[in-house]
């Protein structure tokens, strides 16, 4: 089991992080270690944010969203009324598989998206994309006065804070 990457898109459906772990026995990424960053993983930060994988990535992320939503018998929240109990309701996406990889998905309700890619025999890792969100995301980057939460289109998440403690996050996950 592996994690491979991380995926934040905004509600602008913009990538705003993206991050690649390098393996044992991979080539590394050109974002390799130096000597103040000696904690991080190996792997690429924020180089794949304009690849066309990541807006493959957000295109399935949204097309599969849709459907899961769509499938379901229509609820109150159609109607514009939400509640705690009508958003229960609603038919989330968690992951999809294909036959190389797994998406877990984690969406809030002010729009940014979070995705890992992991191997196919991976078990679900919503539980810790929410953690990540709520522990990580909010206190480095929503909280911080001196990290924009808003992005534009080409911006990214560049704050340490928020690197450091993902990475150091990374390695409790069993799956990683």
């Known amino acids: 089991m592996a994690i491979y990457s991380y995926w934040v898109f905004d509600r602008h459906c913009n990538c705003v992080y993206s991050r690649e772990w390098s393996r044992p026995g991979s080539q590394t990424s050109n974002n390799q270690l130096d000597a103040n960053k000696q904690s991080r993983i190996p792997g690429s930060i924020n180089q794949k944010n304009s690849d066309p994988k990541a807006a493959l990535l957000f295109g399935a992320l949204f097309s599969m969203r849709k459907i899961a939503i ?3 018998k229509p609820t109150e929240s159609e109607s514009g009324t939400f509640s705690g109990e009508t958003i229960s309701k609603i038919n ?9 990889y797994k ?14 890619l992991s191997d196919t025999n991976t078990e679900d890792l919503h539980e810790f994309l929410e ?6 995301f909010m206190n480095c980057v929503v909280r911080n006065p001196l990290s924009q939460a808003d992005f534009k289109a080409g911006e990214v998440i560049k704050n340490e804070s928020f690197i450091n403690k993902l990475d150091a996050y990374m390695v409790t996950i069993p799956a990683f």
């Open 70 to 72: 769509s499938l379901v």
């Open 92 to 100: 989330f996406l968690r992951s999809y598989t294909t036959n190389k």
């Open 103 to 116: 998406c877990h998905f984690y969406e809030t309700l002010s729009g940014f998206k979070f995705a890992f």
């Open 131 to 136: 953690e990540i969100y709520m522990k990580i």
